[in-house]
């Protein structure tokens, strides 16, 4: 989840979710996780009934929530959906109401995801609009299901309708809307099947029938029919919102909203995954002043400040897409040479990112390491000597580590001694034990490395999550300078 330091701050699954624990709790989860030759457990992004399992799963262990969904049907994200719920959180805090909140969702889809987490939640009482019959059936099962008929109802609604039908006979909190995103199936397609080579296959599988995500002009037009409808409505919602699935509609959105007169508007950012979406909210009412809303990603970047990345501008002879590819290699090396496993995340003309894991710290006291291997030898040596005479000087020679390995390896006893704590060493031999115990590697440690080609070529390592240790990005960066140079 490469996004996921950029979740809203309240998001559990900024910490991803532990599918181990998940698929000894929930057997029906358990078959569609596979093992990679690392011994990482994961599931198949690729395919749609994995997606299901682990969206359904999730509700139900971190909401209570029971929900089916048809395989023909949008699969939502529950990382994501969890998000807006969030960010709605963020708004209905401005209005100070805490009981009695009442919502529009503008199509349901079959999970009825939003409502479902809205009203487990937060006790929210929601509206659920939606076109499509055979979502609308699933949609009601799914209410039933979880006992909460009393807090959310669905509405069949017309195509051409978005909320003045619904709205005008009420007074609403909120409204909040994921439109259809395309205006074809070409359009569709064309995100899903992108002819830049150079870029990543998308790693989820797609899962949602075409009425769901295709609808004519698009989320653009879509989304300005509901701003248009909600000129209408005025303040019989308190706030309106939706989801935008392209930045790059977001400048005529705001136009539109300005020319509606709205009284104010806040966009925001939904990350997860690879994925991006974009939030809009707008309001009618004097007394509320959405830019108020904190923004949960400046929250983010502010905690985030004092941990940016660590760089290196890379030794390379030129600048240019060969040393920026042979430098990439000469990382990739370093990397296997230190038994780290590396999934590319990103892959783009200048810039290149990797997940990496290490199974246990082989990057710091490589000289003690050695040292400390080399006496074991000698010892064996000497007392092989007791028996059959002293190796001779030529062998002993043969046998001892080359001098210049050690002008590539970091020596933190000369350098830095404060900087190795008795925890890494620690949490090292504890990390060896369960390795032992479990026979299937554990990682040590995550983290992010971006090889990037502009002025310079520039190295930034980066903490995977919050399991942030800054000690071992330094040493392994300390690693990665000592030995770049170096064929080896
Ligand atoms: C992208 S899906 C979102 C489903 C669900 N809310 C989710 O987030 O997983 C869009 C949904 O809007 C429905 N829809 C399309 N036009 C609509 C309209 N005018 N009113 C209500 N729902 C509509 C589609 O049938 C589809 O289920």
């Not at 939502?76 to 009442?102: A, F, H, Q």
């Amino acid at each position: 989840m490469a996004m996921n330091k950029y979740m809203h701050p309240r998001n559990i699954y900024k910490s991803p979710p532990n599918f181990k624990q998940l698929a000894l709790d929930y057997p029906e989860f358990r078959e569609f996780l596979k093992q990679d030759i690392t011994g990482k457990v994961n599931i198949d992004f690729q395919n749609v009934k994995s997606l299901r399992a682990l969206s359904c799963t999730l509700l139900k262990n971190d909401f209570g929530l029971e929900v089916e969904m048809p395989l023909n049907k949008l699969i939502p994200t529950i990382p994501l959906r969890l998000n807006y719920i969030l960010w709605l959180e963020d708004l209905m805090s401005l209005t100070g109401k805490k009981e009695g909140v009442k919502g529009i969702d503008i199509g349901t889809g079959a999970s009825c995801v939003y409502p479902l987490l809205a009203a487990k939640k937060n006790k929210w009482s929601m509206v659920a609009t939606e076109v499509d019959k055979e979502s609308i059936s699933y949609a009601r099962k799914n209410i039933e299901r979880n006992n909460m008929q009393d807090l959310i109802e669905v509405t069949e609604v017309d195509k051409n309708t978005f909320l003045k039908i619904i709205a005008e006979n009420g007074d609403y909190d909120f409204c909040m809307c994921n439109p259809p995103f395309f205006a074809s199936t070409q359009e569709l397609g064309s995100g899903m099947n992108t002819r830049n080579l150079s870029r990543p296959r998308p790693k989820n599988s797609f899962c949602a029938s075409v009425n769901e995500v295709v609808v004519k002009g698009g989320e653009v037009d879509f989304i300005s029919c509901l701003i248009n409808e909600s000129k209408e409505v005025g303040e019989a919602v308190k706030i309106y919102s939706t989801m935008v699935g392209h930045k790059k509609y977001l400048p005529q959105l705001k136009k539109l909203l300005r020319e509606v007169q709205v009284t104010s508007f806040k966009e925001t950012e939904f990350c997860q995954g690879n994925t991006t979406r974009w939030g809009l909210a707008w309001t009618f009412c004097q007394s509320l002043d959405l830019k108020k809303c904190p923004d949960p990603m400046k929250l983010v970047e502010r905690k985030l400040k004092s941990k940016d990345p660590l760089c290196f501008k890379l030794p390379v002879v030129e600048i240019n897409d060969l040393h920026f590819c042979s430098a990439t290699d000469r990382l990739l090396d370093i990397f296997s040479s230190l038994q780290m496993s590396v999934e590319e995340v990103t892959r783009k003309n200048n810039i290149r990112r990797f997940f990496v894991s290490a199974f246990s710290n082989n990057w710091s006291n490589q000289r003690k390491k050695r040292r400390e291997k080399n006496r074991k030898m000698n010892d064996s040596l000497d007392s092989v000597g007791e028996y059959s005479g002293s190796p001779s000087s030529e062998e002993h020679k043969l046998q001892s580590p080359r001098r210049e390995d050690d002008n590539n390896s970091i020596d933190y006893d000369a350098k830095s001694p404060g900087k190795r704590t008795n925890h890494d060493h620690f949490e090292g031999a504890f990390i060896k034990k369960l390795k032992i115990i479990d026979n299937e590697p554990t990682i040590f440690f995550k983290f992010v490395a971006t090889i990037k080609y502009d002025d310079y070529i520039t190295l930034e390592l980066d903490s995977f999550d919050n399991t942030y240790n800054r000690d071992y990005l330094h040493q392994i960066l300390q690693y990665i300078k000592n030995n770049f140079q170096s064929s080896d």
